[in-house]
């Protein structure tokens, strides 16, 4: 049984490293805040990653992505406009569902986000430890890639936002925050290098 098992992956494993592959990504579209913070305004996301993937189905990736997304003024006046900014650095592992020309996939890892920008509602800078997941799909076209992904950020703090009455920021006042999820729906553009 053993000689089976070796020999079937003396012959499968060099067709999987055959399809391996280094590659840059820069993406860019669009990002929305869930939850609490849900009467934010559509924003920009954007960022870039680098993927190796020395088996055909299976990669890890490291990246960025950044978000700017205007907060609403709520309904009782307690969090006035603002700009909220994040910068995450992330990695995770990518599953490629049915290697070929296009590739669905489906990803999920650790990042940490760096929430900035938006004092004036009473949200504090901080960073913020995040379990980016979600999925995509992407097309080789000779060395050049081009895809599509959306990206669920599931943030493990709450964020807080409101002022007390002299308009000062609080944590105490409202909380805004949750778990104040964020996601991005993007389009992807790169170049692979193997």
Do not use: C
């Amino acid at each position: 049984m053993r000689r089976i098992v070796l020999a079937a992956i003396v012959l499968v494993a060099p067709a999987a490293m055959a399809d391996s592959e280094l590659s840059l990504v820069l993406q860019g579209g669009a990002s929305h805040y869930q939850q609490s913070l849900s009467g934010s305004n559509y924003g920009v996301a954007y960022g870039a990653r680098l993927g190796l993937m020395p088996l055909s189905f299976l990669g890890v990736e490291i990246g960025y992505l950044g978000t700017r997304n205007d907060l609403a003024v709520s309904s009782d006046g307690s969090v006035p406009a603002a700009t909220l900014s994040t910068n995450e650095g992330y990695a995770d592992l990518r599953v490629n569902l049915f290697p070929n020309v296009i590739t669905p996939y489906i990803f999920g890892g650790y990042g940490l986000t760096w929430v900035s920008g938006a004092a004036a509602a009473g949200i504090a800078n901080d960073h913020v430890s995040t379990l980016p997941f979600g999925g995509g799909l992407e097309a080789n076209i000779s060395n050049f890639k081009i895809g599509a992904r959306f990206q669920y950020n599931y943030l493990f703090n709450d964020i807080f936002a409101g002022t007390n009455a002299s308009g000062s920021p609080t944590n105490a006042g409202v909380d805004k925050g949750g778990h104040a999820d964020f996601w991005a729906a993007t389009i992807d553009v790169g170049f692979r290098f193997f």
